[in-house]
């Protein structure tokens, strides 16, 4: 008990506005590079790290309100995330075969 | 009630069976139907006398709002079982002849499902205890009567004259609909015993009436073939001959009739109306009658005789003779279907053939139809004993308590008669064979399927004016006693002797007529194919012609009409509807062709649309929600 109230006030010595800037700070370099990275190996680490963004903040607003459900979402998230690179991988590894490149912008037949 | 069911049920099996019976089995058992709802109404008819109140039967609520009630309940009284006993007695007479008479149709199933069809919405119309279940019958024998008339379909001109049957019916049902509207907002019911008690309670002004009782009369018009809507009956003949008896004389066109008796508690309020329907019925009978005498084919005369008849009646509801005209109707539609059905066996006998130049001295070939033929012939010109005479006389004596010209005017209609029918009987079975020798040695006389229907509407047409006899010729007048339940009594003053001249002159100058007749077509031989070819007066070839009538409503109704429809066409159709519903289909492609242009499969254009998306989103969250 006195374990975690320790730590619950080391983690507080970081204001909470900090975190909350690190997790935006986290999510747009996640969403620039979806947009815009053209590898689709760099997208998926970029959803990924969209997702860890949220992960952390949701943490830290856990720990700031004492509050643990959000602790319990964030490993539910880390589940879906990890099926769903599992399955983006393996997806991505098809489309390799495939076309011969892992270029986003060489998968533009579904049009119109 | 299982009376209308019974033919429903009919129609429903020939509708889905009909084309894996056989002949034989299909006309018996369509036959059988009707028969059995003759017994069953027979038994209810021997329940009811003229103290018993109305048999009310709940079906079932129809429509159901909050202050519009609709059942469909049936009203059983004295008024409405006569007519069941009517439509299905006569009815099932007519199906066994057609068992005859359409032997070897191939449509023949079809037939008789559309004949029970017709029984059933007959019924329906005269048993309903509403205005508008009464409407939904008066729809559904329109309908058979379209479908009966276009039977045979392959011929377009039967197609033709269905549709203006259909046409002309419509414009009369139109006007019924407007009655029936403007009676429901004054009097707040359809049910016809409702009804009669808020007319007497309430203090509507006579205006309103006088417009509701017009406005269904004028439906009544349309049915029962009176002026201006009588034209589509003589087309109507083109349909097979047991349909014609059935539908053109015995029991759908005397619904307009019926609809006037039955509302009658309104009729009596409405003495302005009634003057009109006395003066166009009167109107209807002579000008048909007239008609009538220049026509050469035999089923137009029956037809035009069938609208003077009606006409009649409308005379005798104008007068306020609701009884009378009651009794002429069932004493019509016996000597009127035997009429048609020994046409129908003429034709039968003739192969087909319908013009009155072509026949003549049909007595040597034809013995049994001749002589039910003749007998028909007797009861509508009103000879004594026959049923004619009765209901006639009765109709003509009421006249004369109005005013003798009203009496004049309709006994000189009941000549007319005289004149045109001996005219056709005489034409037909007297006189020299006109046929070609192929024609006269293929002459059959009819089976007993025919024969028999024919003998029993013959003993009817004969004794059938006795229930009605009045007290002067030992009668007890126990129709008009019977329905006094629903129509009061008309009280005769005239003095017997009045009425001994009365009958009389009217005897006389039928028979003084009937001589004349016989003298032109039987002595002197005269035989209408000469008439045609001479040059006669302009009068007589207006009334060939039948007073231009058809061409008139064709140049005046039907060419502005269309003249209204091209302009409709032209400006309204093609300038404005097709500027809207083009402009919407033009606008919608363009707009597509344009946004397509959007989906242009790159994967990072469509998740900087998402994206952008999300954020569009929350920003409406946190500007204008929050």
């Known amino acids: 008990m006195n374990d975690v109230t320790q730590l619950q006030d080391q983690l507080r010595l970081v204001p909470l506005e900090h975190y ?19 590898n689709l190996i760099n997208v998926f680490l970029s959803i990924e790290l969209m997702l860890n963004s949220i992960n952390l903040l949701a943490v830290a607003f856990s720990v700031y309100y004492n509050d643990p459900n959000a602790q319990a979402f964030v490993f539910f998230i880390m589940v879906v995330a990890a099926a769903e690179v599992a399955v983006g991988l393996a997806m991505l590894v098809m489309i390799y075969r495939n076309v011969q490149t892992v270029d986003i912008n060489a998968l533009n037949n579904l049009k119109w | 009630m299982m009376v209308p069911t019974l033919p429903l049920i009919g129609f429903a099996g020939y509708l889905l069976y009909g084309q894996y019976l056989k002949e034989k089995s299909a006309g018996l058992l369509a036959s059988l139907w009707i028969i059995l709802s003759f017994f069953l109404t027979l038994i209810l008819f021997f329940q009811l006398n003229e103290s018993s109140p109305a048999i009310n039967v709940h079906l079932f609520d129809w429509i159901n709002t909050d202050d519009l009630n609709i059942p469909f309940e049936f009203r059983i009284d004295q008024l409405s079982i006569i007519m069941m006993l009517l439509i299905t007695g006569v009815g099932s007479l007519i199906h066994i002849y057609s068992t005859g008479y359409m032997h070897g149709d191939e449509g023949f199933s079809r037939f008789f499902a559309y004949l029970n069809l017709f029984i059933f919405f007959m019924l329906i119309l005269v048993m309903a205890n509403n205005f508008v279940l009464m409407f939904a019958g008066w729809e559904g024998v329109g309908l058979c009567s379209y479908l009966l008339i276009g039977f045979w379909y392959k011929d377009h001109e039967n197609n033709k004259a269905a549709n203006k049957a ?11 609909l407007f009655g029936l509207f403007l009676l429901y907002k004054q009097f707040g019911t359809f049910i016809f015993s409702d009804l009669e008690q808020n007319i007497a309670g309430s203090m509507s002004s006579p205006e309103i009436l006088t417009f509701i009782t017009l406005l269904l009369f004028i439906g009544a018009t349309g049915k029962s073939a009176q002026i201006p809507l009588y034209t589509w009956l003589p087309d109507a003949m083109a349909g097979p001959t047991p349909v014609s008896a059935l539908i053109h004389a015995a029991t759908m066109v005397t619904a307009g009739i019926y609809l006037i008796v039955r509302s009658n508690f309104l009729f009596a309020l409405a003495p302005l109306t009634n003057e009109i329907i006395t003066f166009v019925g009167l109107t209807t009978s002579i000008f048909a009658g007239v008609i009538a005498t220049k026509q050469n084919d035999i089923k137009k005369i029956l037809a035009y005789s069938t609208i003077s008849q009606l006409g009649l009646m409308f005379f005798a509801l104008g007068l306020g003779a609701y009884g009378a005209a009651f009794f002429h109707l069932l004493t019509h539609a016996f000597f009127k279907a035997l009429l048609f059905l020994g046409a129908g066996s003429v034709i039968h006998g003739l192969h087909g053939e319908q013009d009155i130049r072509n026949m003549g001295n049909l007595k040597k070939y034809m013995h049994y139809t001749h002589l039910l033929f003749l007998i028909g012939v007797l009861a509508i010109i009103a000879l004594p004993p026959f049923s004619g005479f009765y209901s006639k006389d009765n109709i003509l004596s009421l006249a004369y308590i109005q005013s003798p010209i009203w009496w004049i005017a309709a006994l000189f209609a009941g000549l007319l008669t005289v004149f045109y029918m001996l005219r056709l009987y005489f ?83 039928i028979l003084l007529v009937a001589v004349m007749t016989y003298q032109k077509y039987v002595s002197k031989a005269h035989v209408p194919l000469i008439e045609s070819n001479a040059k006669d007066g302009s009068f007589v070839n207006l009334i060939r012609n039948k007073f231009y009538v058809d061409e008139l409503y064709e140049s005046v109704i039907g060419k502005s009409f269309l003249k209204l429809s091209q302009f409709f066409n032209s400006i309204f159709e093609n300038q404005v509807v097709r500027r809207i519903t083009d402009g919407t289909g033009q606008l919608s492609l363009y707009v597509s062709e344009n946004i397509r242009k959007t989906q242009n499969g790159f994967i990072s254009y469509y998740l900087f649309a998402m994206a952008l998306g999300v954020l569009g989103i929350l920003t409406i969250f946190i500007f204008f929600a929050l």
């Open chain 2, 166 to 176: 259909f046409i002309i019916n419509r414009i009369g049902d139109l006007f019924l």
């Open chain 2, 427 to 509: 034409v037909v079975f007297w006189g020299k064979e006109r046929m070609s020798q192929d024609t006269i040695n293929k002459i059959h006389e009819s089976p007993w399927s025919m024969l028999l229907p024919l003998l029993i509407l013959g003993i009817l047409s004969v004794f059938g004016g006795w229930i009605n006899a009045p007290e002067l010729l030992l009668g007890n007048k126990w129709l008009e006693h019977f329905i006094s339940p629903i129509v009061s009594i008309h009280p005769s003053h005239l003095p017997h002797s009045t009425e001994w001249i009365l009958m009389a002159v009217s005897m006389g100058s």
């Open chain 1, 20 to 38: 909350v800037f690190l997790c935006i700070v986290l999510f747009c370099i996640g969403l620039t590079g979806v947009l815009l990275r053209r």
